[in-house]
């Protein structure tokens, strides 16, 4: 379930949106990967636009790399571990680090297909509980 994008948070920040925790997994297995994407990009500009820009790497750029022949793998290797450290920064910009993410979370994706449950899981309920931390309650 998500809630409509355009919310604003009580300090006047835009937020993102309260999504559920195995949506990226099950919406990606239903799409073939493709809503996979989509979630990376739109998690990554929330992020960007929530911090205001602050060293979080864009959605664009994140995703775009991904269809680089050769080079995709060691980005989505990257991307493991970045996407946290993202979340994290976010987190830091807002003085809110009391759910800080580790990044060394990314190691559970040596484990095909659960690590990416464990690893997509939290990172949505981690975002989802900063957006509600921001007074967005579903």
Known sequence: MEANSNQVSNSGTPTGRIRSPLAPFGLG????GIYNLVWTYKILE???NHALKAEITSGGKAVGLL???LFNFFWAIYLWFRIPTCVN???SACNTESDR??????????IPLIGYIIWSSMI???LNNH????????
């Open 29 to 32: 297995l239903i799409t073939l």
């Open 46 to 48: 929330e992020m960007r």
């Open 67 to 69: 269809f680089v022949p």
């Open 124 to 126: 949505q309920s981690s």
């Open 101 to 110: 993410m580790n990044s060394a979370i990314g190691l559970v994706m040596i």
């Open 131 to 138: 957006w509600r931390s921001h007074g967005k309650v579903i």
């Open 89 to 91: 920064t976010m987190k």
